[in-house]
């Protein structure tokens, strides 16, 4: 049998409400991986070895939130039925309009900031070749992803539980084993495809629903692989980075799928803040990156002598003033729509 949607886990509102704390969770781990990441990121030996742990410790917590984000959306789409031209409509709009607006704000800041040319031949060429932030290859994913969910659905409708998990598997072994222990380099989308596809099955499954203690121990023990993993890495160069640092990585995959079954079986109610900020974690994933690049200048001088309070202050300044910039400007916007709408019907 085709598998069913879980919709037990839903809300009176229709919200399933754990995918919201999940997409929170991932939205703020990826700030954290970038307040943490260029400094992971430089030359071995160029912070003190204190302050380079801590930021190892930090970031590897939250290496699993672009996989996290990934099978959120697998979670919420592949399970729908609707018209093809609904479906690219409303994805589309409210994935594209925002990157390209925030793309010409990143252009323009690049231009002022670095002196970088600002015209329409170089925008054009900017978003052809995903140069214009480094943050943003995520919506490329997005959009490929995007392109792929109307085949998708139309193919799970045809597969049983056991035919999905086999598929599962398949992925496992091609992007995730295989490459880590050398065998081949993985190919698909850079194995997101996979996570795009878990995140739909382990919405709709009961997969270690009564062993917690398990799932706490998987998750445990993936990160501090992955503590080691970031470690060795930097402190070995001779060693396969690439695989160990991967999206698709042993540790990584079983991280994420701990992650997300953990927040499936815990005991989530309503909260108007947490669906708020839920909603609003797209436009702040755009919108982080700005104010990463200020607190960092602000903070840095901090993060030698006082790395954990250091990093914390980084982190919860850069998350707040992003959440409460995306916040206010949409605020503005609706009650520009308001008013706007008020004189129109006065007129």
Not at 108 to 122: A, I, K, M, N
Request: hydrophobic share 50%.
């Amino acid at each position: 049998m085709p598998i069913k949607p879980a919709e037990s886990l839903e809300n009176p509102g229709g919200r399933l409400v754990f995918l919201d704390a999940l997409r929170v969770f991932a939205l703020l781990g990826v700030i954290m991986i970038h307040v943490t990441g260029w400094i992971l990121e430089e030359h071995f030996g160029d912070f003190p070895l204190s302050t380079w742990l801590v930021a190892d410790v930090f970031n590897s917590c939250v290496r699993a939130s672009v996989p996290l984000f990934v099978m959120i959306s697998g979670a919420l789409l592949l399970g729908k039925s609707e018209p093809l031209w609904d479906f690219f409509r409303k994805r589309f709009s409210k994935i594209l309009i925002p990157f390209f607006l925030y793309g010409l704000l990143y252009l323009g800041f690049r231009w002022f900031d670095e002196g970088t040319p600002f015209s329409v031949l170089t925008i054009f060429r900017s978003f052809r070749r995903q140069e214009v932030f480094f943050h943003l290859w995520f919506v490329y994913l997005i959009v490929k992803l995007y392109l792929v969910t109307p085949l998708i659905r139309f193919v799970l409708r045809y597969l049983s539980r056991k035919h999905l998990f086999l598929i599962l598997a398949f992925w496992l072994l091609t992007e995730t084993i295989f490459p880590f222990i050398g065998v081949w380099k993985g190919t698909y989308l850079g194995g997101y495809l996979g996570y795009f596809l878990l995140g739909h099955y382990l919405r709709n499954s009961d997969f270690l629903a009564t062993m917690k203690g398990l799932l706490y121990f998987i998750c445990a023990a993936a990160y501090g692989f992955t503590v080691f993993a970031v470690y060795a890495a930097a402190a070995r160069p001779d060693w396969p980075n690439q695989i160990l640092s991967s999206a698709a990585a042993p540790h990584t995959l079983l991280f994420a799928g701990s992650l997300f079954l953990i927040f499936k079986n815990g005991s989530w109610t309503h909260s108007p803040i947490l669906t708020l900020a839920s909603d609003l974690s797209y436009e702040a994933y755009l919108a982080h990156a700005l104010f990463n690049q200020y607190m960092r200048a602000l903070f840095g001088e901090y993060l030698v002598g006082n790395p954990v309070t250091g990093m914390l202050l980084y982190f919860l300044s850069t998350a707040v003033l992003t959440y409460l910039f995306v916040f206010s400007y949409k605020q503005l916007f609706r009650a520009f729509s308001f008013s706007r709408a008020q004189r129109e019907t006065t007129l």
